[in-house]
């Protein structure tokens, strides 16, 4: 360039040589400082423990291609620090001086600290690199001032402190951090068990666990109703399984962290189970996550992130002069739930806060099975008698249709017909794929398990009376669907005859009573001894059947009471069945006679039983409904018509 320059300047007077040749100095100077060197500075990433876990090499890759992404000339070191357990508390800022002796000389030009322990390492030496960037990555707001002196972890109960605060008082800190908040799991349980009288939190002997139990201590002071039990890992596993099995009635625990134990053994996923084993009726809550998919029902908790690409974004828009560049980010929060939980603890979804999150844990295990044989089998050939019996009804109503089109006196009925069928097979699909997953998840999953050689004698026969009442409901299902569609189509044929319904009421009664729950009373209040009218038996049994069933699944304690009422002014007979169960709502007195329609979606059954009596007591020329000044329960009344 410069040769080029004064090639040019032997053409040009002696003042445009000169501006030439320094226009040329300045263009240089200038390139020199756009063109950086391969290398100007070090980002220092401090472990709390292996880099090398799964979420440890995820955020340094993550970062890597972050600070690649926004063209920063930094190199990446990585330190360990192997932190376990608290009883090294002391160790590590030797270790964090150690490590930054190291680095005296190096270019720094950020520290990034992963883990608590690092985290609260770094914010507790009394010398560390000042005006340069630091950021934590797996921490939290709340935390604990590490002791300068030995102590005996045991009986440490330092007061908690907010890491944040501490950060911006000595320099610039910036990062993702996690929040638990305290209260919301507090008013969470409150809503789900009002008479909740004892809190029992669990930690362990980890800096993260005693730095919760710190909050804990302090937020539950503003539920001075409420008697705070500390489960803590530092007193042994023993002591603290034994502190949990002798919980009173109306306490609920509340996991904070369990990883540590006394010695700084690690302790596996499944000891928590193991901890709370002796008090299976005790509601498990989880504030940070932990638990959820094992023993807890759910609980206020972050969605945790790594943060890494937003540190990158931080470093580089400090480096380019952004005043505000570094600052720290909170995790957001969600309400947790395990689907697994929730139905063996009876709570209902709809008593979840609204936008909670409820996963299925057991069915994310048995996802693992699916590739079974055995299980593939089942499942195809199932499948193929459902497409079977699918494609008949398609083929006879599509027949039925031809037919129908082909009368022109009838014409308008047929294609309204043939409209309305198209409509109930698209809902009917729809319902019956739904329906039929169900019992057919449980016969794969558990069919599935089965061939499991670990599997003891009493899990065989658990699975197997899984699957074999999975069987039934699903031969039940099909059975009802047929009924419904022979109901529908016309093909069923009354039998009537002059029957005793004080006789078909008594038979209704000794058939049921084989599946009625223990300490249920069955009361029959006949309007007459004897009454004689024109039905048909069967049919008749079938609704007051069905009926009655339905009121043994509802009803835990009380009694069901069969009735019927000659109203012979009126020309009908009315047969009522009323329990005292939980209910129906009113807006859903209606929707219970639909097809597929369930209160409660956790209780066994097709949602057709009703459908069905509905159908057949219009074909008496009746009707069926549920009473709705009836409070005591639910109460079903089906009239029947006198026929001459």
């Known amino acids: 360039m410069r040769t080029e320059t004064l090639h040019i300047g032997r053409r040009l007077r002696a003042g445009a040589l000169f501006l030439a040749l320094l226009a040329a100095c300045a263009f240089s100077v200038r390139a020199e400082r756009e063109t950086p060197p391969e290398r100007q500075g070090t980002v220092l990433i401090i472990a709390s423990y292996n880099p090398d876990t799964r979420r440890m090499s995820n955020f340094i890759s993550e970062f890597e291609k972050g600070i690649d992404r926004e063209k920063l000339p930094f190199d990446i070191v990585i330190e360990d620090m192997g932190c376990k357990s608290l009883s090294e ?10 490590i930054f002796r190291r680095y005296e000389r190096a270019d720094l030009r950020a520290v990034i600290l992963l883990g608590q322990e690092a985290w609260a390492t770094y914010l507790s030496c009394d010398r560390f ?27 440490w109960t330092p007061p908690t402190v907010d890491m944040i605060a501490l950060a911006d008082s000595l320099g610039k800190g910036g990062g993702l951090l996690n929040e638990y908040d305290v209260g919301k799991n507090i008013r969470l349980i409150r809503s789900l068990y009002p008479d909740v009288e004892n809190i029992a939190f669990v930690s362990d002997n980890t800096y993260g666990g005693v730095s919760l139990q710190a909050l804990v201590k302090t937020e539950m002071k503003k539920f001075p109703d409420l008697n705070l039990v500390l489960v803590d890992a530092r007193e042994g596993e023993a002591q603290a399984a034994a502190r949990i099995s002798a919980l009173p009635h109306n306490s609920v625990l509340l996991i904070g962290t369990w990883r540590v134990g006394q010695g700084g053994q690690y302790l596996l996923f499944g000891s928590i189970a193991s901890l709370v084993a002796n008090n299976a009726a005790l509601p498990v809550f989880s504030l940070s996550g932990s638990g959820i ?24 828009r400090h480096y380019r002069g952004k005043s505000d560049a570094v600052h720290f980010d909170l995790s957001p929060l969600q309400y947790t739930f395990d689907a697994r939980k929730l139905r063996e603890f009876g709570i209902a979804e709809y008593k979840l806060p609204n936008g909670s999150t409820v996963v299925d844990s057991m069915e994310a295990e048995l996802e693992k099975y699916k590739t079974y044989i055995s299980a593939g089998i089942i499942a195809f050939v199932v499948l193929v008698l459902l497409l ?15 037919v129908l ?24 699909l729809a319902n019956m794929s739904h329906e039929i997953r169900t019992p057919l998840n449980a016969i794969v999953g558990f069919s599935t398990l089965l061939g499991d050689d670990s599997l003891s004698a009493e899990e065989r026969n658990e699975y197997n009376t899984i699957v ?28 009537y005859a002059e029957e005793n319904i004080y006789d078909v009421c008594q038979q209704v009664l000794h058939t049921t009573s084989h599946n009625r729950k223990p300490g249920l009373e069955c009361i029959f209040k006949p309007g007459r001894e004897s009454y004689r009218m024109k039905t048909d038996a069967m049919r008749l049994s079938q609704i007051l059947i069905n009926l009655l069933t339905n009121a043994n699944k509802f009803t835990e304690t009380g009694s069901i009471t069969l009735a019927f009422e000659v109203q012979e002014d009126q020309g009908r007979v009315l047969f009522s069945v009323a329990d005292t169960g939980c209910g ?8 219970v006679f639909d097809r597929f329609e369930k209160l409660n979606e956790f209780k066994q059954g097709t949602g057709l039983g009703l459908a069905i009596c509905r159908q057949i007591a219009r074909m008496f020329g009746g009707d069926i409904w549920v009473d709705p000044d009836y409070t005591g329960g639910a109460r079903f009344v089906f009239s029947h018509p006198i026929l001459p």
């Open 405 to 428: 089109q082909n009368r022109e006196a009838e014409l308008i009925r047929a294609k309204e017909n043939a409209e309305e069928s198209d409509r109930l097979k698209s809902a009917f």
């Open 129 to 155: 690199p000042h005006d340069i960037p630091f950021f934590g990555g797996f921490v939290s707001r709340n935390g604990i001032r590490l002791p300068h002196e030995e102590i005996d972890v045991t009986r």
């Open 468 to 495: 074999s009442k999975n069987s039934e409901m699903l031969l039940t299902l099909i059975s009802d669907i047929l009924d419904i569609s022979r109901l529908e189509t016309g093909q069923v044929q009354f039998n």
């Open 293 to 316: 998919g094992n023993v807890a029902l759910g609980g206020y908790v972050p969605i945790y992130e790594n943060g890494a690409a937003e540190i990158a974004a931080q470093i580089a």
């Open 388 to 402: 079977a019996f699918i494609y008949y009804l398609y083929y006879r109503n599509n027949r039925l249709k031809n």
């Open 584 to 591: 129906i709502p009113p807006e859903k007195q209606r929707k």
């Open 89 to 98: 508390a002391p160790l590590w800022r030797k270790q964090m001086g150690d």
